[in-house]
């Protein structure tokens, strides 16, 4: 594996690699790396020549800045799972590289409703700064192909609004959310929780269930009721739980059964936010 720290760099090495022939996969991350960040790996390898992954804790999509001070990092091990994982270039750059000219120079994207609501509404700025660092890093490394995860349902739809807006030349891959043996979705802030966090945190998945299971026979408002029962009867401090459209995430308080929806929950376990989302029929 290659490791690249320059944007100029990796765009010769890339340039070089399609001038071949060969096609590039594309996997974002903010390290950390799970098994949830190695089947992306996995889906690039599958699917093209070369696959490249970047690490980069972006500062511009955490609003909140204790969230960005205790976000993990283990790049060492991450080098290694990369490796092994048979990812061909990692790129791994500075802040500096990525914001030469400081943070306060980003021109707003349009991405209209989507930014309005769920993560866009409780996380202000974050869809803004996604799209800044994943804009910046598409035109660095132009992939064919862009591989992100389910896990983050809303963040997908951004992206491919991005690549609308943009006009830019890849396809964007959504991948199902891997999850640990007892269902809690993998995710790097998992390993903030501590033991009663952790027990706790399976409530999201349990709720998810739940919702599959008896969204054919209970209103949606009483779903909701009690999904923010059991999430607040297991010290989760719910930031949504939403019935939403599953094209357009607009919420859904009646399902006339045929309505392609999905089931999303961001909550806080004391200091720590998840995430998860489950397509219901
Ligand atoms: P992150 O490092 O959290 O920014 O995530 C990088 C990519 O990995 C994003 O596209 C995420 O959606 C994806 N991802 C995170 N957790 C999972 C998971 N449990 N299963 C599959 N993909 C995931």
Same mark, same amino acid.
């Given at each position: 594996?290659?490791?690249?720290?320059?944007?100029?760099?990796?765009?010769?090495?890339?340039?070089?690699?399609?001038?071949?022939?060969?096609?590039?996969?594309?996997?974002?991350?903010?390290?950390?790396?799970?098994?949830?960040?190695?089947?992306?790996?996995?889906?690039?390898?599958?699917?093209?020549?070369?696959?490249?992954?970047?690490?980069?804790?972006?500062?511009?999509?955490?609003?909140?800045?204790?969230?960005?001070?205790?976000?993990?990092?283990?790049?060492?091990?991450?080098?290694?799972?990369? @490796?092994?994982?048979?990812? +061909?270039? !990692?790129?791994?750059?500075? %802040?500096?590289?990525?914001?030469? $000219?400081?943070?306060? *120079?980003?021109?707003?994207?349009?991405?209209?409703?989507?930014?309005?609501?769920?993560?866009?509404?409780?996380?202000?700025?974050?869809?803004?700064?996604?799209?800044?660092?994943?804009?910046?890093?598409?035109?660095?490394?132009?992939?064919?192909?862009?591989?992100?995860?389910?896990?983050?349902?809303?963040?997908?739809?951004?992206?491919?609004?991005?690549?609308?807006?943009?006009?830019?030349?890849?396809?964007?891959?959504?991948?199902?959310?891997?999850?640990?043996?007892?269902?809690?979705?993998?995710?790097?802030?998992?390993?903030?929780?501590? @033991?009663?966090?952790?027990? +706790?945190? !399976?409530?999201?998945?349990? %709720?998810?269930?739940?919702?599959? $299971?008896?969204?054919? *026979?209970?209103?949606?408002?009483?779903?909701?009721?009690?999904?923010?029962?059991?999430?607040?009867?297991?010290?989760?401090?719910?930031?949504?739980?939403?019935?939403?459209?599953?094209?357009?995430?607009?919420?859904?308080?009646?399902?006339?059964?045929?309505?392609?929806?999905?089931?999303?929950?961001?909550?806080?376990?004391?200091?720590?936010?998840?995430?998860?989302?489950?397509?219901?029929?």
């Amino acid at each position: 594996m290659t490791i690249i720290k320059g944007i100029s760099e990796l765009q010769e090495n890339v340039n070089f690699l399609k001038n071949n022939g060969k096609t590039i996969g594309f996997v974002p991350t903010m390290g950390a790396l799970h098994d949830g960040h190695i089947s992306l790996i996995a889906a690039s390898k599958s699917e093209n020549n070369i696959t490249v992954c970047s690490i980069f804790v972006n500062p511009t999509q955490f609003n909140d800045p204790k969230d960005f001070e205790k976000y993990p990092i283990t790049i060492e091990a991450d080098i290694e799972k990369l @490796e092994l994982s048979g990812t +061909n270039i !990692l790129f791994l750059p500075s %802040v500096k590289e990525m914001y030469p $000219d400081g943070f306060d *120079k980003a021109q707003p994207y349009d991405l209209g409703f989507i930014e309005t609501i769920l993560e866009g509404k409780y996380r202000p700025g974050h869809f803004q700064g996604v799209c800044q660092i994943v804009h910046k890093l598409l035109l660095a490394v132009q992939p064919h192909n862009l591989y992100m995860g389910q896990k983050d349902y809303q963040q997908c739809m951004v992206i491919n609004k991005l690549i609308q807006i943009e006009n830019l030349d890849t396809k964007l891959h959504t991948r199902p959310t891997l999850r640990e043996k007892d269902g809690l979705a993998m995710s790097s802030r998992n390993v903030r929780l501590n @033991e009663e966090e952790r027990k +706790n945190a !399976l409530t999201i998945y349990r %709720v998810l269930n739940y919702l599959k $299971d008896h969204i054919e *026979k209970e209103s949606i408002a009483y779903l909701l009721d009690r999904s923010n029962l059991m999430l607040t009867d297991n010290n989760f401090r719910p930031d949504y739980v939403s019935i939403a459209d599953a094209e357009t995430l607009a919420p859904v308080e009646n399902w006339d059964g045929h309505q392609k929806i999905v089931a999303l929950i961001a909550a806080y376990q004391n200091e720590v936010r998840l995430i998860d989302n489950m397509v219901l029929d």
